[in-house]
């Protein structure tokens, strides 16, 4: 796949405890973006933060919090991106916050495998 120039990212801030059907909703996304043929997803894991909720949560080590929030990156054609939000998210009914922005793609490559 070929990705330069415009681009959509695509955030979705969810709790690190958030199931779906008894897994992680943040791999639920993720396997739901690789199936869907998206260019990339990553997730990341935040150190403390809050959301609509108004509970902060934290990773120090005096804090009882073990749901910490995440944010699943996903960077692909705003068109592929708003058929993936219909197509393979809406049923999820994710509980957070979802945001578009509008990107400019540098560069897309991927590691040559055939050197490991």
């Known amino acids: 796949m070929t990705l330069k120039g415009e681009a ?8 690190e405890d958030d199931q779906w059907h008894h897994r992680p ?8 973006a690789h199936l869907f043929g998206l260019a990339g997803a990553s997730v990341f894991r ?5 959301g609509a909720s108004s509970r902060i949560h ?14 699943v ?3 692909d054609r705003e068109e592929r ?6 197509a393979r998210l809406d049923e999820l009914q994710i509980d957070g916050l979802i945001v578009l922005e509008d990107v400019e793609v540098i560069r897309y490559a991927g590691r040559d495998r055939s050197s490991r």
Request: hydrophobic share 45%; glycine share 6%; with cysteine.
């Open 73 to 75: 990156v996903i960077v």
């Open 8 to 15: 959509c990212r695509l955030t979705i801030y969810v709790g």
């Open 25 to 32: 909703l943040y791999t639920e996304i993720v396997h739901r």
């Open 81 to 86: 991106i708003r058929e993936f939000l219909s």
């Open 58 to 71: 934290s990773a120090r080590i005096l804090s009882l919090s073990e749901d910490l929030p995440l944010a």
């Open 46 to 50: 935040g150190l403390e933060g809050y």
